[in-house]
């Protein structure tokens, strides 16, 4: 039983043109979401996150979209740069009792972006 | 910067064998995790802990143990290592109540 989904395991884009990675969820229960990015044999890296109460955040080129009603979150790049190229984690937020959270992870999408 | 450090990035082990991935944090963070990696398949959790000598099951911890004596040292356990838990092993802390975890380089382990 799959709560993250990412339905694109690959895409490729332009350079200086908009990537769109998209990312669904079925449990209401998470409170925030976030995206990491990972290159080959690193771990990854906290990119950008959103509270489950808001339905944008922005950072720099970054900006994360929440639709609740859709159970839906799509991270933008603007403008795409080569150095982009990585795969994309989309991750759930799931409060586990106390002070822990317990992050729930997609299936990850490679974004290639073409010189 | 948070900075999360794994004891070794490649091992090779053979099945059967006691295998012990060391991680350490230094951002005196309350919870520390560990996770899988695998194609297709993205991050599993494992194991985390939110205190000292606590720990919880995640989702796949079928094989595993782990032991948290200190709070900046969290140790994952492969009792007899088996050729499924080829896989790159990463560990992760966070803030008690913080949502975001600061993940380690990883360890990729092959098992033989």
């Known amino acids: 039983d799959q709560q993250v989904k990412q339905n694109s395991p690959s895409l490729s884009v332009q350079e200086g043109r908009i990537s769109i990675l998209n990312c669904d969820y079925t449990n209401s229960m998470f409170d925030y979401f976030l995206w990491y990015k990972k290159y080959p044999a690193e771990g990854p890296t906290f990119l950008i996150s959103?509270?489950?109460?808001?339905d944008k955040n922005e950072d720099g080129r970054f900006t994360v979209f929440l639709n609740k009603s859709a159970k839906h979150l799509s991270l933008h790049i603007v403008p795409s740069q080569p150095g982009d190229s990585a795969v994309y984690f989309c991750a759930a937020s799931l409060p586990y009792g106390g002070a822990t959270n317990k992050l729930i992870f997609g299936t990850g999408t490679l974004l290639a972006v073409q010189p | 910067d948070v900075k999360v450090t794994q004891s070794s990035r490649y091992l090779v082990k053979r099945t059967g064998e006691k295998v012990f991935l060391e991680c350490v944090q230094d951002?005196?963070?309350?919870?520390m995790f560990w996770y899988r990696q695998d194609p297709g398949l993205g991050l599993r959790l494992i194991y985390f802990s939110y205190d000292v000598k606590m720990k919880e099951k995640g989702d796949i911890p079928e094989g595993y143990s782990v032991s948290r004596e200190k709070k900046e040292r969290f140790s994952l356990i492969l009792e007899s290592a088996s050729t499924n838990q080829t896989s790159m092993y990463l560990c992760?802390?966070?803030?008690?109540?913080?949502?975001?975890?600061?993940f380690g380089p990883g360890t990729r382990l092959l098992v033989l």
């Open positions: 992760a802390s966070g803030l008690a109540g913080g949502e975001t975890q600061y």
């Open positions: 959103i509270s489950s109460i808001k």
């Open positions: 951002m005196d963070h309350e919870n």
